[in-house]
């Protein structure tokens, strides 16, 4: 025989709800459908619509509805039969309809504002950031060299500029190689292509 934990409770089937929102004299301003708690809506509400001054009194349905297909149903049903103010979508029929634009919008204080995923697989996100982390090093060591030789006037010829960017650009990745005898190998093979360069390019 098996014992349940009081403590651990059972998920609770997502339902939905009707509202309805009211004026002073109880005409019918607005009617919605929630998935989530009513009171939350409600405080969208005030914080969204221009109407919102306009609100009375509200009323929660006393149903549920167990699917969203089956909530808007029944949420055009209420509208086209009550003919709410402040519902634009299926109250054509409603000579009084009124639409009053949104004022602002609202997010609640414990919900996290929607981001869009990234299309860009994680291998090609850190490719992507080491050639931003290479151009910035490769544009500062080259704004440094010629600041500091125009600083001193030591007069190195322009090409010394960007190729020492790159020689600096190429050696800070090299700190990632685990084996000594690789980074020692990796740091001369590119001080020793960078040379080349710079003197090809004399």
């Known amino acids: 025989m ?19 929102f009211y004026d002073t004299d109880s005409a019918l301003l607005y009617i919605g459908q929630t998935g989530r708690e009513p009171l ?3 405080i969208e509400h005030l914080h969204e619509q221009g109407w919102a001054g306009e609100i009375a009194r509200w009323e929660v349905d006393p149903r549920v509805w167990h699917s969203e297909d089956e909530m808007l149903a029944a949420e ?19 000579p009084h309809r009124v639409y ?4 602002g919008s609202y997010r609640h204080p414990g919900r996290r504002p929607a981001t869009t995923a990234s299309r860009l697989s994680p291998r090609w996100r850190r490719r992507r950031n080491w ?3 290479f151009a910035g090093v490769w544009v500062a060591v080259t704004l440094l060299t010629w600041w500091a030789d125009t600083t001193v006037a030591v007069n190195a010829p322009g090409r010394t500029y960007p190729i020492a960017g ?5 050696l800070i990745p090299t700190w990632r190689i685990r084996r000594q005898r690789d980074r020692r190998a990796a740091v001369a093979v590119i001080t020793v292509a960078c040379t080349l360069l710079w003197l090809a390019t004399g």
């Open 76 to 94: 055009e049903a209420a509208i086209r039969a009550e003919r709410p103010r402040h519902n634009w979508q299926h109250n054509e029929g409603n």
């Open 166 to 170: 790159l020689l600096a650009g190429a």
């Open 40 to 42: 939350a809506r409600l």
């Open 131 to 133: 050639a931003a982390g």
């Open 100 to 103: 009053v634009p949104k004022v």
């Open 2 to 20: 098996t014992r349940s934990n009081p403590r651990v409770q059972p998920p609770t089937a997502k339902v939905w709800r009707l509202y309805r």
